[in-house]
T-cell receptor, first 115, second 114 residues
Framework: DQQVKQNSPSLSVQEGRISILNCDYT??????FLWYKKYPAEGPTFLIS?????DKNEDGRFTVFLNKSAKHLSLHIVPSQPGDSAVYFC??????????????FGQGTILTVHP | GAGVSQTPSNKVTEKGKYVELRCDPI?????LYWYRQSLGQGPEFLIY????????DSGLPNDRFFAVRPEGSVSTLKIQRTERGDSAVYLC????????????FGQGTRLTVV
């Protein structure tokens, strides 16, 4: 069974500080992880991804860390900005072989960045 | 078009009625996905198309749900005999070819069954 869990429903941080969003997964067979950001009344927007051959991927203010032994990944946003306030979804997919990109999503974490 | 377009944005229907939700993917994208997002949950996979064929429909909850993509572009998700539990946001996504190519989501259709 493939499960992805985001155990923190919400996170509140001050502008300029670091935001850390966490995600746990159960099935190590699937080797591709993504973070999506979602604003109200919009569809999820791709933010950053990482494959299991890496343990870190960085894109500007966003860094994703993957700890395969703990089956855990995290998204770091530094520095946080009020415009980052949104719902963040962690997702797991199978990128290799006969994969077709089906994603399993976590429940989401609502991030609020205060000015 | 510039992005994935879903119509209508909102749909209110009575219990027992039939509804159709439409998705216009990004031009040239062969892979198309439907997801359903209930309140407080992440999107849940429903069905995947590669071209015209439904390659994986394992996420469809029951036989009241059906989807088509007859020309390999526009897709329609059809729900028969709607129930209040079908109320959710239905999201469509497309990607160039599936796999680890980025999937772009539409804004979703909010379905409310009263």
């Amino acid at each position: 069974d493939q499960q992805v869990k985001q155990n923190s429903p919400s996170l509140s941080v001050q502008e300029g500080r670091i935001s850390i969003l966490n995600c746990d997964y159960t099935n190590s067979m699937f080797d591709y992880f993504l973070w999506y950001k979602k604003y109200p009344a919009e569809g999820p927007t791709f933010l950053i991804s990482i494959s299991s051959i890496k343990d870190k991927n960085e894109d500007g203010r966003f860094t994703v860390f993957l700890n395969k032994s703990a089956k855990h990944l995290s998204l770091h946003i530094v520095p946080s900005q009020p415009g980052d306030s949104a719902v963040y979804f962690c997702a797991q997919g199978d990128a290799g072989g006969t994969s077709y990109g089906k994603l399993t999503f976590g429940q989401g974490t609502i991030l609020t960045v205060h000015p | 078009g510039a992005g994935v377009s879903q119509t209508p944005s909102n749909k209110v229907t009575e219990k027992g009625k039939y509804v159709e939700l439409r998705c216009d993917p990004i031009s040239g994208h062969t892979a198309l996905y439907w997801y359903r997002q209930s309140l407080g949950q992440g999107p849940e996979f429903l069905i995947y198309f590669q071209g015209t064929g439904a390659a994986d429909d394992s996420g469809l909850p029951n036989d009241r749900f059906f989807a088509v993509r007859p020309e390999g572009s526009v897709s329609t998700l059809k729900i028969q005999r709607t129930e209040r539990g079908d109320s959710a946001v239905y999201l469509c996504a497309s990607s160039v070819q599936g796999g680890d190519t980025e999937a772009f989501f539409g804004q979703g259709t909010r379905l409310t069954v009263v």
